[in-house]
């Protein structure tokens, strides 16, 4: 295996000087070196071909001795000194200091072509930011890590990518429900991949701290390397630097409103300096259309992150981002100015995007209006978010509506109480869609030309939790056959695929209101 090793992070910030792997707060450092933890007989669950190839594997590599070893923890790689990051964050509004990576270890950086990739392993083991924790993950929260990351890059989100699903062989003790009724599960560790891992929590630390030093060389060094076309150590540098970090951010969530994507856990700590979905905790994704919808447990009460807040979220994480890097400006106003677009720009690019999933034609105004309509008339009836804006793209521009609910024939499998569809329900309906047929009419689209264009923005298949569901309580008795056929079905999501028919449809009723599919908690 020839992994092409070219470490920066680890070389160019300053480290801790303590080495040994003790929990404890980490000063004057933005990491600390540490060791995975010997996996007693790891075995291979997944490899993702594709991140193979990113970072520079052959396919043989796969069932080589070396990658089972060095993406379980039990070997380093030659030339890498594997640490753990510092960083604090907002968990659910509260400041909550230092947190960093209690259970992620950092293998190191490849250069592959002209791209940087960092290799950091998750559940391998506790680090000097595990708390009171063991630094371990379950097979459970591995699989939806490992299949959503890649679920996710093939829908078009920007994401951190995954590169192989191991089990170590241990057992590890887990309250899934925080109930007081921990049961062991089998130990697993992820390999994730992604040009970086810095999160804006790893700047709050350091301003917290008032350690101005380490603040201007990390973000110098995220300038110098995934920014390279800013100026690194200037005012104007700065403040372009978050600009564009709150240009991706707002291009990463309008990506999670288009496919029904809820983070679950929105805290700083968990949002990438590139605008990369990362952390994939308790995730899930919109069945029927509610932007009250959470699939976080822990946040059942106060619903901080549900769908419709996600946006609003974003904005306010990276106004504590901004408070983060002010000093290094010496002034808030530009850093505010930024920020005081946030609004209107998302506004725009939603209103844009919603365009697309309706197949209409760019128009100022008129495109707002029809959307906030759909939105208004989507949670009046439990109507499934995917597969109604997927079939969407069957109606032509003659469609009309009638006396009866014939109109809604190629949506009508979306709705999960077509008894529901009478009165004013029906009425709210045929409102909407006389409208949106109406529309179409005015626009110069063929119908032909706006199936095929809603078909790339519309996916036909996403990973719903029940589906991570199945493949879960296979995997757990060693059959890894779903894992395999769910990585094929969600590498090309927007395919027809008709063989996978049975994976295009509304989430079946003993999935409503399980464990693990519509109830899940941090508890990974
Ligand atoms: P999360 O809510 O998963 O983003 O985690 C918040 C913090 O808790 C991060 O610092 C994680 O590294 C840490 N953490 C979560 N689970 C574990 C674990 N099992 N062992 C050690 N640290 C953990
Ligand atoms: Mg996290």
Same mark, same amino acid.
């Given at each position: 295996?020839?992994?092409?090793?070219?470490?920066?992070?680890?070389?160019?910030?300053?480290?801790?000087? /303590?080495?040994? /792997?003790?929990?404890?707060?980490?000063?004057?450092?933005?990491?600390?070196?540490?060791?995975?933890?010997?996996?007693?007989?790891?075995?291979?669950?997944?490899?993702?071909?594709?991140?193979?190839?990113?970072?520079?594997?052959?396919?043989?590599?796969?069932?080589?001795?070396?990658?089972?070893?060095?993406?379980?923890?039990?070997?380093?790689?030659?030339?890498?000194? *594997?640490? =753990?990051?510092?960083?604090?964050?907002?968990?659910?509004?509260?400041?909550?200091?230092?947190?960093?990576?209690?259970?992620?270890?950092? #293998?190191?950086?490849?250069? /592959?072509?002209?791209?940087?990739?960092?290799?950091?392993?998750?559940?391998?083991? =506790?680090?000097?930011?595990?708390?009171?924790?063991?630094?371990?993950? %379950?097979?459970?929260? +591995?699989? @939806?890590?490992?299949?959503?990351?890649?679920?996710?890059?093939?829908?078009?989100?920007?994401?951190? @990518?995954?590169?192989?699903?191991?089990?170590?062989?241990?057992?590890?003790?887990? !309250? %899934?429900?925080?109930?007081?009724?921990?049961?062991?599960?089998?130990?697993?560790?992820?390999?994730?991949?992604?040009?970086?891992?810095?999160?804006?929590?790893?700047?709050?630390?350091? =301003?917290?701290?008032?350690?101005?030093?380490?603040?201007?060389?990390?973000?110098?060094?995220?300038?110098?390397?995934?920014?390279?076309?800013?100026?690194?150590?200037?005012?104007?540098?700065?403040?372009?630097?978050?600009?564009?970090?709150?240009?991706?951010?707002?291009?990463?969530?309008?990506?999670?409103?288009?496919?029904?994507?809820?983070?679950?856990?929105?805290?700083?700590?968990?949002?990438?300096?590139?605008?990369?979905?990362?952390?994939?905790?308790?995730?899930?994704?919109?069945?029927?259309?509610?932007?009250?919808?959470?699939?976080?447990?822990? !946040?059942?009460?106060?619903? @901080?992150?549900?769908?419709?807040?996600?946006?609003?979220?974003?904005?306010?994480?990276?106004?504590? #981002?901004? +408070?983060?890097?002010?000093?290094?400006?010496?002034?808030?106003? *530009?850093?505010?100015?930024?920020?005081?677009?946030?609004?209107?720009?998302?506004?725009?690019?939603?209103?844009?995007?919603?365009?697309?999933?309706?197949?209409?034609?760019?128009?100022?105004?008129?495109?707002?209006?029809?959307?906030?309509?759909?939105?208004?008339? #989507?949670?009046?009836?439990? %109507?499934?978010?995917?597969?109604?804006?997927?079939?969407?793209?069957?109606?032509?521009?003659?469609?009309?509506?009638?006396?009866?609910?014939?109109?809604?024939? *190629?949506?009508?499998?979306?709705?999960?109480?077509?008894?529901?569809?009478?009165?004013?329900?029906?009425?709210?309906?045929?409102?909407?869609?006389?409208?949106?047929?109406?529309?179409?009419?005015?626009?110069?689209?063929? !119908?032909?030309?706006?199936?095929? =264009?809603?078909?790339?923005?519309? *996916?036909?298949?996403?990973?719903?939790?029940?589906?991570?569901?199945?493949?879960?309580?296979?995997?757990?008795?060693?059959?890894? +056959?779903?894992?395999?056929?769910?990585?094929?079905?969600?590498?090309?999501?927007?395919?027809?695929?008709?063989?996978?028919?049975?994976?295009?449809?509304?989430?079946?009723?003993?999935?409503?209101?399980?464990?693990?599919?519509?109830?899940?908690?941090?508890?990974?």
């Amino acid at each position: 295996m020839n992994l092409n090793i070219k470490d920066t992070f680890n070389k160019e910030l300053p480290h801790d000087l /303590n080495r040994q /792997n003790s929990r404890r707060q980490v000063l004057n450092a933005c990491f600390s070196y540490v060791i995975p933890r010997l996996p007693s007989s790891p075995t291979l669950v997944h490899a993702s071909d594709e991140v193979m190839k990113e970072i520079g594997l052959d396919e043989k590599d796969e069932n080589s001795e070396d990658f089972l070893s060095v993406f379980s923890g039990k070997k380093l790689l030659e030339g890498t000194d *594997p640490y =753990a990051m510092c960083y604090g964050g907002h968990q659910f509004g509260n400041w909550a200091g230092q947190l960093g990576d209690g259970r992620a270890i950092n #293998l190191g950086e490849v250069v /592959n072509g002209a791209k940087r990739w960092a290799l950091q392993l998750k559940g391998a083991g =506790a680090t000097p930011y595990s708390r009171s924790a063991d630094g371990l993950a %379950v097979l459970r929260s +591995s699989v @939806r890590e490992h299949l959503c990351s890649e679920a996710m890059f093939h829908l078009g989100v920007p994401t951190t @990518r995954s590169l192989s699903l191991m089990l170590t062989g241990d057992k590890v003790l887990r !309250d %899934v429900l925080y109930d007081g009724n921990s049961a062991y599960e089998k130990g697993a560790v992820v390999c994730r991949v992604a040009p970086s891992f810095i999160r804006f929590g790893n700047f709050q630390i350091l =301003a917290a701290r008032k350690d101005m030093a380490s603040l201007k060389k990390l973000a110098d060094h995220t300038i110098r390397h995934f920014f390279p076309h800013l100026k690194e150590g200037t005012k104007n540098g700065y403040v372009d630097f978050f600009r564009e970090v709150t240009n991706r951010s707002l291009d990463m969530v309008v990506h999670w409103q288009r496919v029904g994507f809820v983070h679950g856990v929105m805290n700083t700590d968990n949002m990438s300096i590139l605008g990369l979905t990362i952390d994939y905790g308790p995730y899930g994704w919109l069945e029927g259309y509610d932007a009250g919808w959470t699939p976080n447990t822990t !946040d059942g009460q106060g619903k @901080r992150y549900q769908f419709g807040n996600q946006p609003g979220v974003v904005m306010w994480n990276l106004a504590q #981002l901004g +408070s983060a890097i002010a000093p290094l400006i010496n002034e808030i106003e *530009p850093l505010e100015a930024v920020l005081k677009d946030f609004k209107e720009k998302y506004v725009a690019a939603y209103t844009k995007m919603m365009g697309q999933k309706l197949g209409l034609e760019v128009r100022s105004g008129s495109n707002a209006a029809l959307i906030q309509e759909l939105e208004a008339v #989507l949670p009046v009836t439990e %109507v499934d978010m995917t597969i109604f804006f997927r079939n969407l793209a069957k109606f032509s521009k003659e469609g009309h509506t009638d006396d009866g609910t014939a109109f809604l024939s *190629p949506i009508i499998d979306a709705f999960y109480q077509p008894e529901d569809l009478k009165g004013e329900v029906l009425e709210a309906w045929r409102e909407w869609f006389a409208k949106y047929f109406n529309r179409l009419n005015e626009d110069g689209i063929s !119908d032909e030309e706006r199936r095929v =264009a809603m078909d790339q923005v519309n *996916p036909k298949y996403v990973f719903r939790n029940y589906m991570a569901q199945m493949a879960i309580e296979k995997a757990d008795n060693n059959d890894f +056959s779903l894992v395999d056929e769910l990585y094929l079905l969600l590498k090309q999501p927007y395919g027809e695929q008709p063989d996978q028919q049975k994976w295009f449809a509304k989430r079946p009723e003993w999935a409503r209101h399980k464990v693990g599919c519509s109830m899940l908690s941090c508890s990974s």
